[in-house]
């Protein structure tokens, strides 16, 4: 079979296999491969960077506390609880305010609150709304609003040598708090200092580290924690599904349809973080469905896997009249050049050649080992046509030879006779071959 006759087929067959192989996919098979490979591959993706986003926001967490903390334990802050304010200690907490919401993505404020179990009272805040509007004469002290007067309490409690820090997610007022207990200048501890952040800290971070998109938004989820990856219109459908998915005093579910959103459906996957922060992300229902590209590429691919592996298969086997081709030529050309060689005193004639067609036809029937009539028939077309061509070339040497002896005969009188290169025309006979 000629190479175009094999290409063709291979084609045919391709487009005729690859149409049924569409056909199966979209009654059905598309699904079956999405829900049983492709999805869990995706989910799978999803959950490990999931567990990469909490340990980015524990460290978050973790970075804000440790700073707090200094702050909590340095002198300037502690003094806030003294009937005295030294000018230096005003400016030193000014300066570190301003240096914080400078240079700390997400940072809001500062508020410390004493112990008082009554009404506790604000020593210092950074928020101009709690200034109460007095001051305290030559001393410098500025007084503040009790706790009880602010708008965005909530129930501290009294502070010991035992307390430790603590994180509280706030989702009315989209803020992380960050509560450390404090002691006054004598080492007594006296109460909280608040730190307040928003998510535009975590989102800072994760995008910094690569984990979610510029444009990804974080939404901080009543007192849960938070979820990531979430768009403005999402995050109603969080709020009305999320006490289902994420049960109060229970586990966060690990991957769960959680609503229909605009123009998709999205999931909700779940963990938490080894600081007991809960994470979530949400993740788009394409992610988890095979798109037009990829139906597309898997076609494509389909289709040239095929026509590759028949165009292999046809060609397991060459082509008998091109491997007999092949063999007459490597016959025809050893002959020549054993006749070369034995007859180095002899020019090469056409006669010569012309001659031994039938002698030559004779020796390669039997080199070939040919029995079938058929056979010997298309051995004697291919012989004659490659012993023509070899006549051809040595007719064509000849005339040049000739053309040539007579232009120098012209020029300088006799000539020498032409010396033949026979290794050239073998050459030349091995190359047209």
Sequence with gaps: MRTSNKVALTILISVL??????????????????????????????????ENI??????????????????SRD????SVFSLTQREEEILYRTQSSDSLEDKLMGYRGIRI????????????STFAGDISGEEAGDDGRRLYKNWSQLADTFELDPTDQNSVAKTIFDGESQQIKYLLPIQDSGFVSRGWMIVYMNSEGIADRLTGDGL?????????????????????????????????????????????????????????????????TWVGKLVPGRLLSFTTGIQVLLLATVFVSIALLLFL???????????????INKLQVSLLRDWLENHEDRKLRLADLESRRDEVRQELHGGLGLHRTKQLEKAD?????????????????????????????????PAAPPIGSKQRILIKILYLL
Excluded: C, H
């Design 381 to 413: 077309t291919l012989i004659d046509e490659g012993w023509t061509r070899i006549i051809e070339i040595l007719a064509e040497k000849d005339i040049e030879r000739g053309e040539e002896s007579a232009g120098k005969a012209g020029a300088t009188g």
């Design 212 to 276: 979610i998109a510029g444009a990804g938004g974080v939404q901080v989820i009543d007192s849960r924690g938070v979820i990531v990856d979430i768009r403005p219109e999402q995050v109603e459908a969080v709020n009305n599904d999320i006490d289902t998915l994420w049960p109060i005093d229970e586990v966060p579910v690990d991957f769960a349809l959680l609503a229909q959103g605009v123009n998709d459906k999205f999931w909700l996957a779940g963990t938490i973080a080894k600081d007991g």
């Design 17 to 50: 296999v690859t149409g049924g192989f569409a056909a199966l996919a979209y009654t059905g098979l598309f699904n079956v491969l999405e829900t049983g490979f492709f999805s869990e591959r995706v989910k799978t993706d999803q959950l490990v960077k999931l």
């Design 75 to 78: 002198r300037n802050y502690q």
């Design 313 to 327: 298969l046809l060609n397991i086997r060459p082509d008998r009249m091109e491997v007999l081709r092949g063999r």
């Design 113 to 124: 609150v004493d112990n008082d179990s009554n009404d506790p009272k604000v020593q210092y």
């Design 54 to 71: 909490s340990e980015s926001i524990t460290f978050w967490n973790q970075d804000n506390i440790s700073r707090f903390d200094a702050l």
